[in-house]
């Protein structure tokens, strides 16, 4: 039997039942199946929706992808029900507290178990006025990254600036997150805790130097605080913290697809997760003979192959797959012929070296070549092994998204989806009244595929990007909201086959367009002294630039618990003396940095670190 090709997943409209992957041969589709595994149920994101899936059954995401992510625990004991009383009031200085109506409107599931949040600053902009809502987590490790994400919505028209919040260890971090009318949108706040204990919290608050409405009524949905660095797929509790399991995949029945003298490994995909190694492997199942590929923690892109116990290849290169970026990946191997490619250009070569008899590589794995560690975690859109090694132009070709050239004697096929293969890029004055224009990327794909686009925002243009309702067309005028955030526009390539999206480079930060810049703080202010009820403590301001050159201000604020602060009536200076009404206190500082353009004006402030306990 002549066999042309292994490909996972095997198709991309993945029912419960089906085959997860197949062999191409010379007298059609065989089975080639793979064992899928996880110890429990998961949500799956597919084009109707999200689906809760059973235990051992692979989730195929919204086009065609297969989706694989660690072992996760949501330490949010009703991530649903915020009217629990694990979820607590946020409400201080003129802030209300908030107005909770469960299952008031459709979540992103489909179904009415949404819930509806009213919140009301009365006026209020002083650092002490608040209105939200919060929960705490069970214990966390020491120093662990934890992310915090909630799915949020306008519930009216309006467009609503609030703040997701981590408090842990004395201080506070807030994410400034935007919900809109008409979409779901998933949020998140990634830090670091400073002990053993976090919350999060959905407010409307004052204290994080950027401006959030006096007023909110949204609909929130999913709430999740887990240990680690990146948001993974929902998981619902009620009552209790609840696990997702890992997922794992692999199939050690290949030694009759997999060709061991020759071959070509392809691999279409995402890697996610960079807390560590992540791998790929074709393999006899143990360090002996090994073909295997991944992303290390330092950002090295690793190739290794071993024949007969003896190493042949092991390249390290800090270029070529990215956390969190799509790439498409081939190796060419046969006897003195080793060669990679990544998105289009070739990788890396060798011409030394000896492969394998055939029928050893009988396994093929998304981990380390011993099926345990360095487990893969992403998206997988393909991932398939030809029984010959193919050519430069063909892994060029392939790796850029054509289809090569079929060998002589082979009906090859590769399923043409779209593939941009440059960036879009924006053109415009990133001023408010302006008009920016998207330009599309190039795109590959048969049929030609068609190009939309979806305008987003950032506060830094780094991360937290969120979708603009209804700014889905090739231009977008700016609004006096878009002020001091970054911009983006996403473009979508699509055709019968699939689809294919990039994201252009951020504009600069939005102005007004008036002769001057705002005051911008680069960090934090520091607080340095005695922590004694005799001492002091003096305030040194964080870097401050603006035009014309802002001025300065403070004002000292006191906390019985680190966790709630207020206003010290009086010390607005950079320096602050103690008495016995400080003892058993916590003590912070706000700066403020104003400058006056063309009649109006402007203000930023930024936080200091909790002080020690005063004793």
């Known amino acids: 039997m002549s066999i042309n090709k292994l490909t996972l997943p095997n198709n991309p409209s993945y029912k419960e039942g089906s085959l997860l992957s197949s062999v191409e041969t010379a007298n059609g589709l065989i089975a080639s199946e793979f064992t899928f595994t996880r110890a429990s149920s998961a949500i799956s994101k597919k084009r109707d929706g999200y689906h809760k899936l059973g ?53 992103p599931e489909g179904v009415n178990n949404a819930t509806r949040l009213q919140l009301d600053l009365n006026g209020g902009v002083g650092d002490s006025d608040r209105s939200g809502i919060q929960a705490s987590a069970g214990s966390v490790t020491n120093r662990a990254t934890t992310c915090k994400t909630i799915w949020i919505k306008s519930n009216d028209s309006n467009i609503y600036d609030l703040i997701l919040m981590e408090a842990t260890g004395g201080s506070n971090t807030g994410e400034l997150v935007k919900a809109l ?40 949905y999913g709430a999740q605080l887990e240990e680690g660095s990146y948001p993974t797929s929902n998981i619902n509790t009620s009552g209790a913290t609840a696990t997702r399991l890992a997922d794992r995949c692999f199939n050690d029945n290949l030694g009759n697809v997999i060709n061991g003298s020759e071959g070509t490994l392809f691999f279409d995909g995402v890697f996610i997760g960079e807390d560590t190694n992540r791998r790929i492997s074709i393999s006899d199942g143990t360090n002996s003979n090994f073909i295997q590929f991944g992303l290390n923690i330092n950002n090295n892109t690793q190739v290794s192959v071993t024949a007969g116990g003896v190493a042949q290849l092991d390249v390290f290169n800090n270029s070529g797959f990215v956390w969190g970026q799509s790439s498409k990946f081939a190796f060419a191997y046969a006897e003195n012929d080793f060669r990679v490619y990544i998105d289009g250009l070739l990788f890396a070569s060798s011409n030394s070296g000896i492969t394998f008899p055939d029928g050893v590589l009988d396994t093929l794995s998304f981990a380390r070549y011993d099926g345990m560690s360095n487990v893969f975690t992403g998206t997988v859109s393909s991932l398939s092994c030809y029984p010959t090694a193919l050519s430069d132009t063909e892994c060029i070709n392939l790796t850029k998204g054509d289809s090569p050239t079929p060998l002589s004697g082979e009906a090859l096929t590769i399923t043409s989806q779209p593939t941009i293969t440059s960036k879009p890029t924006i053109s415009g004055t990133p001023e408010s009244g302006e008009t920016l224009t998207a330009n599309a990327g190039s795109v590959t794909g048969d049929p030609t595929p068609t190009n939309s686009f979806q305008w987003q925002y950032s506060f830094d243009g780094v991360s937290g990007w969120n979708d603009i309702f209804g700014a ?16 983006r526009v996403v473009q979508t390539a699509t055709n019968s086959e699939g689809s294919d999206t990039s994201e252009s480079l951020p504009t600069p930060q939005i102005t007004s367009g008036a002769s001057g810049t705002p005051p911008s703080i680069n960090g934090q202010p520091t607080i340095s002294g005695t922590w004694t009820t005799s001492g002091s403590a003096t305030a040194t301001a964080a870097p401050a630039t603006g035009d014309p050159t802002p001025t300065t201000s403070w004002q000292w604020e006191i906390s019985d618990d680190g966790f709630s602060w207020s206003d010290i009536v009086g010390e607005t200076s950079d320096t602050i003396s103690f008495d016995g009404s400080y003892a058993g206190k916590y003590v912070s500082v706000v700066q403020t940095e104003t400058n006056t353009i063309d009649g109006g004006t402007y203000s930023t402030s930024s936080v200091s670190q909790s002080s020690p306990v005063i004793s």
């Open 55 to 107: 235990e051992n059954i692979p989730r195929i995401e919204s086009g065609g992808k297969l989706l694989l992510e660690p072992t996760r625990t949501n330490l949010l004991t009703y991530s649903n029900d915020f009217a629990d009383a694990s979820w607590g009031v946020v409400s201080g200085g003129a802030g209300s507290a908030p107005i909770i109506t469960p299952n008031y409107g459709n979540s």
């Open 472 to 487: 889905e067309s090739s231009t977008y005028v700016i609004s006096s909201f878009d002020i001091g955030y970054y911009l």
């Open 181 to 220: 009318p008409n979409v779901w949108t998933r949020v998140s706040n990634i830090g670091t805790v400073t002990g053993t204990q976090t919350r999060l919290a959905l407010s409307l608050d004052n204290r994080f130097g950027v401006s959030v409405s006096n007023t909110a009524d949204v609909l929130i």
